[in-house]
């Protein structure tokens, strides 16, 4: 029961995760633009969520954010699939997997520019400098309202993600 133009995040909410930046990224984009899209929280609460809920609470969101909880792997592929843009703004990642689920289903990615993410995803996603909300909201703009920006990021992301498999990664190791 979601809109057709919403962002989405997915993992674990905690710190590390900077969902403080994706939050205030958002709230630019409300108070900046006529854009109306629903921001898509979905995972479980991890620690130290107190700061992060005293945000939202202060900010104001009303039903513009949606915090899922915890979601099995075929509503996540439902959710990716369906999402204007996937956005994963961690401080700091072992890989960033989120980044890649995404991309597998075909969600354009917007995430930090962090050595193991940027890695990871390579030139197929839009990157940001982790406290940077500012430019966070200039990418979400572009891919919320420029198609062809959304579809070139979105095939690049899919043609990439097709490189990730656990074959591979078995076979490596």
């Known amino acids: 029961d979601l809109p057709e133009k919403y962002i989405l995040f997915v993992s674990t909410i905690e710190p590390r995760k900077n969902l403080i930046t994706l939050v205030k990224a958002f709230e630019e984009i409300l108070r900046s633009t006529t854009l109306r899209p629903q921001l898509v929280i979905a995972g479980k609460q991890g620690w130290l969520t107190d700061e992060l809920f005293a945000y939202i609470d202060k900010a ?59 890695e990871t995803v390579g030139a197929n996603a839009r990157l940001f400098t982790p406290a940077d909300y500012r430019t966070l909201a200039q990418h979400l703009i572009e891919l919320l309202t420029v198609a062809s920006a959304r579809e070139s990021l979105s095939r690049a992301g899919l043609k990439h993600a097709n490189q990730f498999t656990w074959e591979r990664a078995a076979r490596e190791t």
């Open 60 to 118: 104001k969101l009303g039903d513009r954010l949606r915090l899922t909880g915890y979601l099995g792997d075929d509503e996540l592929r439902a959710l990716y699939s369906a999402c204007r843009v996937m956005v994963y703004p961690a401080l700091y990642e072992g890989a960033g997997l989120p980044t890649l689920e995404a991309m597998a289903c075909g969600a354009p990615v917007i995430t930090t520019n962090t050595p193991a993410i940027a």
